[in-house]
């Protein structure tokens, strides 16, 4: 582990914290001047990661670099440098919106599909009662994290003031967009969150919480979308695993 709390887990630096540490760390740059930003690599991230400079530099920079799944906390404990707990981004996203209501900060909703940003607010209003919720917007981003609409988007943020970013854009996207206008925005945390605001919408069912601490999520994904995500999780994914293994052989050897 190195002396800023981040172990190395192939070529990804994580924060060795728990939940209740990442939250109060993103409370704490709400408070300060900012950007930060913050990034939940699962195993599909990696892979992403291993393949684009520009990726290797935006997770690198992140304030906060969260494991978002058990394959990663497993493999963090094959290479002997163990993490105190899974911190995904779905699960840290509903926690802080009710951390955000009890400490009086502003939240506001970037992407997700039409309609689902309006759909999270109003179920978030009703069991949050005093959430401060500030906007919501659905633009159309690119692959480059780039939208027509950038301008619009960014003076909308900056208007409505928020503490928070959550940025629903799915990766690669919502990191490129977040490298792109995070010091345009005045906002001091951006959150790239993923699917999050589908499930706190209700729109799409997270797995059971058996499925989440086996690490069996992937499959429960897979089988709500077969055909978008069959060859995530079946080829792309995969040598995940046998770059672990050959880093914790590499790793014995060493030592």
Not at 42 to 53: A, G, I, L, P, T
Not at 185 to 213: E, H, K, N, Y
Not at 231 to 249: C, T
Request: proline residues 5%; contains cysteine; hydrophobic residues 45%.
């Amino acid at each position: 582990m190195s002396a800023s709390g981040r172990v190395r887990i192939l070529w990804l630096d994580i924060d060795n914290v728990s939940f209740e540490e990442a939250e109060d760390r993103i409370v704490g740059m709400c408070r300060e001047a900012g950007p930060a930003y913050v990034v939940t690599p699962n195993v599909d991230h990696f892979m992403r990661v291993r393949k684009s400079e520009a990726l290797q530099t935006i997770y690198g920079n992140a304030a906060l670099c969260l494991a978002d799944g058990m394959p990663i906390v497993w493999a963090a404990k094959l290479l002997r440098c163990p993490l105190k707990a899974k911190v995904s981004g779905s699960d840290l996203a509903e926690r802080l919106c009710k951390r955000a209501c009890d400490e009086g900060l502003r939240l506001f909703f970037l992407g997700g599909a039409p309609g689902i940003g309006e759909q999270a607010r109003r179920t978030l209003e009703s069991s949050h009662p005093g959430i401060h919720i500030v906007g919501t917007l659905c633009p159309v981003v690119n692959a480059d994290g780039e939208s027509p609409d950038d301008d619009a988007v960014t003076c909308a943020i900056r208007d409505a003031k928020p503490h928070i970013l959550f940025v629903a854009l799915g990766c690669p996207k919502q990191e490129l967009w977040i490298a792109r206008h995070r010091d345009l925005l005045g906002v001091p945390v951006c959150l790239g969150v993923g699917a999050s605001l589908d499930f706190i919408a209700g729109v799409t069912a997270r797995a059971p919480r058996w499925m989440q601490r086996s690490g069996l999520e992937w499959l429960w994904r897979l089988a709500q979308e077969p055909r978008r995500l069959w060859k995530r999780y079946l080829i792309d994914d995969l040598p995940f695993l046998w770059l672990v293994g050959v880093e914790a052989l590499r790793r014995v050897r060493a030592r």
